[in-house]
C-alpha cells in the first residue's frame, strides 16, 4: 500500500515550457486534490476531483489543468509555465465517506526560471 | 465563507516545556476539526481529528486538542515537547453537510524547539 505517491519530486523549468505532474493513489479514494504551497500562504487549493470524469476549480486554478480519466490518477498540468508557479505542489486524496481525512503526497518542488 | 485563523506564524518553547498551537474557525454549523503536521521537506500527516463526543482529542506522537464550541476553537496542546517535533503545523476544518468535502486549511504555526 504505497498511499499517494507523487513525480517527480523536484523540476526546474523555463518559462514557457509546459509539464505534467503526476499524482497517484491506490486507496480507491474518489476526492482528489492538488495544492500549492507558498511560504505564509500556506496551502491553496488548485483543483479538485469528487471522482473519475468529475474535476472542478478551487481557489487558484488559472494556468492548470487537470484530468480524472481513473479513480487513481489526477494530473496537474502546467500549460505554459511562469515564475509565479514556482511553489511545492501537494496532491491529496481522501474518501468521500465518513471522515473527509486527507491523505497527502510527499509533494514536487518545482521551481521556472 | 468558512475560514481558518492560526494566529501564531511561529512558536519557540524549549525541549520539555508544554505546548499550546491555536486554531480558530468560523464556520455556519460545527464542522469536522482536524490538526495536521509537515516535517521539513515532507507532506502533511494527520495529528488527530474530532467529529463529535468528547471534546478532549487523544492523537499521534502524544499530541492532544480540546474543541470548545463557544470559542470556535480547537487549540492543539503537547505537555512536553520533543526536538523532533520541530514543524509546521496546519489546523483544518471540513463540512459535515451540504454536498461540499473541500477543506478549509489555516496557514500554519512554524515550531521551533531551542534544546
Known amino acids: 500500500n504505497a498511499g499517494v505517491t507523487q513525480t517527480p519530486k523536484f523540476q526546474v523549468l523555463k518559462t514557457g515550457q509546459s509539464m505534467t505532474l503526476q499524482c497517484a493513489q491506490d486507496?480507491?479514494?474518489?476526492?482528489m486534490s492538488w495544492y500549492r504551497q507558498d511560504p505564509g500562504m500556506g496551502l491553496r487549493l488548485i483543483h479538485y476531483?469528487?471522482?473519475?470524469?468529475?474535476?472542478d476549480q478551487g481557489e487558484v486554478p488559472n494556468g492548470y489543468n487537470v484530468s480524472r480519466s481513473t479513480t487513481e490518477d489526477f494530473p496537474l498540468r502546467l500549460l505554459s509555465a511562469a515564475p509565479s508557479q514556482t511553489s511545492v505542489y501537494f496532491c491529496?486524496?481522501?474518501?468521500?465517506?465518513?471522515?473527509?481525512?486527507?491523505?497527502f503526497g510527499p509533494g514536487t518542488r518545482l521551481t521556472v526560471t | 465563507a468558512q475560514s481558518v485563523t492560526q494566529p501564531d506564524i511561529h512558536i519557540t518553547v524549549s525541549e520539555g516545556a508544554s505546548l499550546e498551537l491555536r486554531c480558530n474557525y468560523s464556520?455556519?454549523?460545527?464542522?469536522?476539526l482536524f490538526w495536521y503536521v509537515q516535517s521539513p521537506g515532507q507532506g502533511l500527516q494527520l495529528l488527530l481529528k474530532?467529529?463529535?463526543?468528547?471534546?478532549l482529542v487523544q492523537g499521534i506522537k502524544g499530541f492532544e486538542a480540546e474543541f470548545k464550541r463557544s470559542q470556535s476553537s480547537f487549540n492543539l496542546r503537547k505537555p512536553s515537547v520533543h526536538w523532533s517535533d520541530a514543524a509546521e503545523y496546519f489546523c483544518?476544518?471540513?463540512?459535515?453537510?451540504?454536498?461540499?468535502?473541500?477543506?478549509?486549511f489555516g496557514r500554519g504555526t512554524s515550531l521551533i524547539v531551542h534544546p
Open positions: 491529496a486524496s481522501s474518501p468521500l465517506a465518513g471522515t473527509y481525512e486527507q491523505y
Open positions: 486507496m480507491n479514494h474518489e476526492y
Open positions: 476531483s469528487v471522482g473519475a470524469g468529475i474535476t
Open positions: 464556520y455556519g454549523a460545527t464542522p469536522y
Open positions: 474530532y467529529f463529535s463526543g468528547d471534546t
Open positions: 483544518a476544518v471540513a463540512p459535515r453537510s451540504g454536498g461540499s468535502y473541500i477543506p478549509t
